[in-house]
T-cell receptor, first 116, second 112 residues
Framework: DAGVIQSPRHEVTEMGQEVTLRCKPI?????LFWYRQTMMRGLELLIY????????DSGMPEDRFSAKMPNASFSTLKIQPSEPRDSAVYFC??????????????FGPGTRLTVL | QQQVKQSPQSLIVQKGGISIINCAYE??????FPWYQQFPGKGPALLIA?????SEKKEGRFTISFNKSAKQFSLHIMDSQPGDSATYFC???????????FGTGTKLQVIP
């Protein structure tokens, strides 16, 4: 398996533009997570899905952020409109469901977002 | 509210030395404590994990020590190598719950 795939790897945009980040989880994984990593706040969970259904979006900063998972192999995180403070590395991760010994999350390589 | 406190923020260790990273938590419902390792430009990857029914878990040069009464756990890296230079995150979750709370990370540098 290729692991979790994220695109784009780097994104530079101007304030006010819409940004869409994409993620393909590992095949067979039931859970998908979106994280944001910054120097100031560390690694923050934004939202996670179970079997394509959003379970907890309490980490989503505000209404400008939205996430979807239309099927088991694809998810998007959208920021509209983007602001400079959204600049961060965004990670997608996936994991197997209950029944496994440890709930290991497999992270993608991340998308480095810069909002000018 | 930060639920997992991690220290130190950065650490420099000589090759062959022992690296120690400490974490403390408040939520007594936490029952799964993983450590993740992150190299520059990469996503975090699970290194080792422990449940609170044991006080120690060892995998190669990496050991987790767990003190349930003190609500603290730590990562020890024995015989530290330059290849161990990375950022390490402790984390915690509860009840088979997939939502994992991460510490703020420790940037480890092992110098030759």
């Amino acid at each position: 398996d290729a692991g979790v795939i994220q695109s784009p790897r780097h994104e530079v945009t101007e304030m006010g533009q819409e940004v869409t980040l994409r993620c393909k989880p590992i095949s067979g994984h039931d859970y998908l997570f979106w994280y944001r990593q910054t120097m100031m706040r560390g690694l923050e969970l934004l939202i996670y899905f179970n079997n394509n259904v959003p379970i907890d979006d309490s980490g989503m900063p505000e209404d400008r952020f939205s996430a979807k998972m239309p099927n088991a192999s694809f998810s998007t995180l959208k920021i509209q409109p983007s602001e400079p403070r959204d600049s961060a590395v965004y990670f997608c991760a996936s994991s197997l469901g209950p029944g496994t010994s440890f709930y290991e999350q497999f992270f993608g390589p991340g998308t480095r977002l810069t909002v000018l | 509210q930060q639920q997992v406190k991690q220290s130190p923020q950065s650490l420099i260790v000589q090759k062959g030395g022992i690296s120690i990273i400490n974490c403390a938590y408040e939520n007594t419902a936490f029952d799964y404590f993983p450590w993740y390792q992150q190299f520059p430009g990469k996503g975090p990857a699970l290194l080792i994990a422990i449940r609170p029914d044991v006080s120690e878990k060892k995998e190669g040069r990496f050991t987790i020590s767990f003190n349930k009464s003190a609500k603290q756990f730590s990562l020890h890296i024995m015989d530290s190598q330059p290849g161990d230079s990375a950022t390490y995150f402790c984390a915690a979750s509860s009840g088979g719950y997939q939502k994992v709370t991460f510490g703020t990370g420790t940037k480890l540098q092992v110098i030759p």
